[in-house]
């Protein structure tokens, strides 16, 4: 029988990792910089010295925790609904290049319902903001998508266009009316304490919103699973011809898609607002919609490839960060990684378009 | 500053700032015509900015411009390469190539400038005069409305976007001319790079094309895939850059707003005149058999 490990190491996943680790190797050793000492610097700032913490933890009998997975896992935290956003509109055949838009908004919105209402008990104040920054993302999202079903506006370019209008509208907020004058960088308000999300104290950025995120994973596999609307965005995103033949409404499934998966991304912004910042930061997302992308094509729109992805991703950039501070070389190998990763698992190395086009001649 | 707005300053300063957009644009015409979409033209961008400081101060300026040319037209044909050869999807690559270009400029300033005085900047000691590109932009747009217009090539190249089966009915083979397009593509986006770090600024610095490669796409589509439309449209957001850099402070609506205008007014275009795009945009080398 063939293994599911064996299939786990063949799988374009992993040959495509393999690819861009011997690149990123490469180009490491071109700038004349050792290779091997940064990117075993690069993994063990990703995953710390587990073995000596796990002997640490049998001597003094209790758990003891490097901080370096806790890091990975708060990075992982956005990667994990921005990628499933892209999931999402990807299954509805759409291209949602504006997670980070979507993000930016998210997390503003959640920021301004977190900075209002003093005194309002955590049970209701948490969960207003949550849904207020999936509101946002939601409604930006569905612009594109409702350009998209009803004037044939191409979603790529009209969410492409609808992330600089995102920065610029929260650039001027945060710089301008919503400015918290305490504050020397541009910033909004604190967030009140009953709008906070649980979080670790110690700068790991650990929080409550992995299992926000995990459970988003489970809501979007129940969506494609169980629920008649996924299996309506699955076959719009197959065909949407003979989607609308079958009776499917394609026009409202496209805005739905949309909204779905600006809705997870505003989540990813309001997560990191409520769990990691505490305020809206100007120009806070180091590109995290853009990672996304990524980060749903090597988890083969799957939540729980997504979920392995957006760890592995969320390792290598910490882990780049800890190579920078130790090593010579720059943590911007971490994106030549990404962007390897992606043309690797998009390439269709398979023979069929070379027989088709011997066929046809 | 006096009320009265200083119009020739102004003027200038809207063609300073249009010329890289010009150049960018073209290539997104010359590539998106032959039916390969191109949002990599950003990424080209910062490629062609860096490598033209790096092989400025290696060879002497015009060889760097040449050098960083040749590196636009290489990375060219790896969109090229990718999405026709290895069916790779056309906007999957154009991101991949946006975020290997940011971050391989970054890398390879940080470990080449980092000891740079001041640190993480390439400069230039005498830059590029910029008349040369705003001359060379009005030019090529002026040749690249020929070249499609006017010439059998350029009949060629914009059939291949609108039907590459019926264009290879009628005899003419598809992926030669795919191959101008998007390699002519990087020739112009890497130029437009160059322009910005080798003339306008004079140095190299993070992410300094900033979104420009992304306007310029705008362009593209405000300028329903024409030369001459994306020139006009191209000069119209230089000059909304222009009036937010000169009357920052001074106007009565935040600068933010005009910045947000091109993209805004993109959307606008692509709703309202459905301007349509070449049908076959985005299809590989054997999609798409209509």
Known sequence: MKSLLVRCAMSRQAVGLFMAIIVAAGIIAATGSNAAEALSAMFYGAIGDIPSAVSESFKSHRLVLPNEPLRLIAKATPLILSGLAVAVALRAGLFNIGAEGQILVGAFAAATVGAAWPGTPAILHLPACLVAGMLAGASWAAIAGALKAWRGAHEVIVTIMLNYVAIQLTHYMVNGPARDPSSLAPATRLIQPGARLWALEGGTNFSAGIVLAVAAAVAVWHLFARLRIGFEIRAVGENPEAARMAAIPVARTMIVAMAISGALAGLAGAVEVLGVHRRYLDAFSPGYGFESIAVAFLGNLHPAGIIASACLFGGIAGGAVHMEAFTSTPRQIAGIVQAVVILAVAVRWNAAGRADRNARQ | ?290
């Open chain 2, 1 to 290: 500053m006096s009320d009265r707005i200083d119009l020739a300053a102004l003027a200038v300063l809207s063609v300073r700032q249009a010329c890289p957009l010009m150049l960018a644009a073209l290539g997104g015409i010359m590539s998106e015509r032959s039916g390969v979409v191109n949002i990599a033209l950003e990424g080209i961008m910062l490629i062609g900015a860096f490598v033209g400081i790096w092989a400025g101060q290696q060879f002497g300026p015009l060889q760097g411009l040449m050098v960083a040319i040749g590196a636009g037209g290489i990375v060219g044909a790896a969109h090229l390469l990718l999405t026709q050869r290895l069916r790779v999807n056309h906007i999957v690559s154009g991101v991949a190539i946006n975020i290997l270009a940011l971050n391989l400029s970054t890398f390879l300033l940080r470990s080449i400038y980092n000891q740079a005085d001041p640190p993480r900047q390439a400069r230039l000691s005498e830059p590029l005069p910029i008349e040369w590109f705003v001359i060379l932009a009005v030019a090529a747009t002026v040749a690249v409305h020929v070249l499609l217009y006017q010439t059998t090539l350029g009949l060629r190249i914009r059939a291949v976007g609108e039907s590459p089966h019926r264009t290879r009915l009628a005899g003419v083979s598809c992926g030669p001319l795919r191959a101008v397009g998007v390699i002519a593509s990087g020739v112009f986006a890497a130029t437009a790079g160059a322009y910005l770090s080798m003339s306008l600024v004079g140095r190299f610095t993070d992410d300094m094309v900033s979104g420009r490669g992304f306007i310029a796409l705008a362009a593209v589509i405000c300028g329903r895939w024409t030369p001459l439309g994306a020139f006009l449209a191209c000069w119209a957001f230089g000059l909304f850059d222009a009036l937010q850099l000169r009357m920052q402070g001074t106007l009565a609506m935040p600068s933010e707003a005009l910045r947000a205008v091109p993209y805004v007014l993109t959307i606008l275009v692509a709703v309202t005149f459905r301007a349509q795009p070449p049908a076959q945009l985005g299809s590989g080398d054997d999609d798409n058999r209509d």
